[in-house]
Nanobody, 123 residues
Framework: QLQLVESGGGLVQPGGSLRLSCAAS????????ITWFRQAPGKGREGVLC????????NYADSVKGRFTISRDNAKNTVYLQMNSLKFEDTGVYYC????????????????WGQGTRVTVSS
């Protein structure tokens, strides 16, 4: 069974950090572009960061520049989203998605999606 599983979400205070993981099973991630999307309450799903098969990254959300980074560990078949200096507006459900390269921010470009992990930034 081909699937992506996100983990690492939770409740965090403003200024805190979380690291989200996206683990694949049934296929290898190293040939795919992997994008983290997020969906804030009452809003649509937006692309955040993408990492391509060669490790290059693309940022789709200006609001996370300098705070979020994406990385991949091909040996573990996992992609990470390190989120630092979290803000209230980072609250939402975070999804990882895998698709053929290159990176892109459109949902239709991605074949595989995880179920999402919820991040709540609150004091």
């Amino acid at each position: 069974q081909l699937q992506l599983v996100e983990s690492g979400g939770g409740l965090v205070q403003p200024g805190g950090s979380l690291r989200l993981s996206c683990a694949a099973s049934g296929f290898t991630l190293d040939v795919y572009a992997i994008t983290w999307f997020r969906q804030a309450p009452g809003k649509g799903r937006e692309g955040v960061l993408c990492i391509n098969s060669r490790g290059g990254t693309t940022n789709y959300a200006d609001s996370v520049k300098g705070r979020f980074t994406i990385s991949r560990d091909n040996a573990k078949n996992t992609v990470y989203l390190q989120m630092n200096s979290l803000k209230f507006e980072d609250t939402g459900v975070y999804y990882c998605a895998a698709g053929p390269p290159p990176c892109g921010s459109m949902l239709y470009q991605y074949n595989y999606w995880g179920q999402g992990t919820r991040v709540t930034v609150s004091s």
